[in-house]
């Protein structure tokens, strides 16, 4: 009796069609991050998406809920390049006021070389929470949060060493983390223009010019203060 060929099992099928999605996934976040970097986040669009893919804009909604959560899995690549930069930074020295110091000057670092990911990251803040998860799936969201944590993380450690060896005094770790992250995306926009307003006279505006290393370091003075547990000046 010969044997007839059989199918593959519908395991294979399934998982190479997952690996297909996958990879076209993939394909469709690389061309969004090179636009965003090109461009910046407001003039990325998604027919120029799937222009760079070379397929129709209709396939982008078929991999992704819609704009929001493609823009959302694009900021994942950017903060997972963030948390590399912050771990290698707290690696170089195990004293907390030292460590936490090159942990803001990486992150300064990290976002004047790519502003793309200061304005991705704030139009995401921006959102109502409510809104967001009407609008992205839960497996994305659930990949946001673990890149947006893994950053917060390095940065919560150095906080709760600190607050044990009694360099910093600490209530509340995980708050200040998040606080500094938050204000910090602010601030880096500051650093971006690379102007400061002030007030000559009542009334009497006056422009003057601010420098990125003026930027970093009174992020790390802010950093530094409320760490201590004083206001910063």
């Known amino acids: 009796m010969s044997s007839q060929p059989t199918s593959p099992p519908a395991t294979g099928r399934g998982g190479t069609a997952a690996a ?34 070379g397929i129709n804009r209709a396939i982008i909604y078929r991999h992704f809920t819609g704009k929001e959560e ?19 930074a707290a690696g170089t020295t195990d004293e907390p006021r030292a460590q936490l110091e090159r942990l803001v000057e990486a992150f300064v670092a990290y976002g004047l070389a790519h502003p793309a990911f200061v304005d991705c990251a704030q139009s995401i803040m921006r959102r109502p929470g409510g809104d967001l998860l009407a609008e992205v799936s839960e497996s994305a969201m659930y990949r946001l949060g673990q890149s947006i944590s893994g950053c917060l993380s390095v940065l919560t450690r150095t906080i709760e060493a600190g607050a044990a ?69």
């Open 70 to 88: 493609l823009f959302s899995l694009t900021l994942v690549q950017y903060l997972d390049e963030l948390r590399v930069a912050l771990e290698e």
């Open 20 to 53: 297909r999605r996958r990879l076209r996934e993939t394909e469709i976040i690389t061309a969004t991050r090179r636009l965003f970097d090109e461009r910046g986040v407001r003039d990325a669009q998604i027919e120029d998406i799937a222009q760079a893919v």
């Open 165 to 233: 060896s009694g360099a910093f005094t600490v209530e509340d770790p995980q708050l200040l983390a998040n606080m500094l992250y938050a204000s910090g995306l602010g601030t880096l926009q500051l650093g971006r223009v690379a102007m400061q307003v002030s007030e000559d006279a009542p009334g009497v505006p006056r422009i003057s010019r601010v420098t990125a290393e003026q930027v970093r370091d009174h992020m790390v003075a802010t950093a530094l203060s409320l760490a201590a547990g004083r206001p910063a000046d």
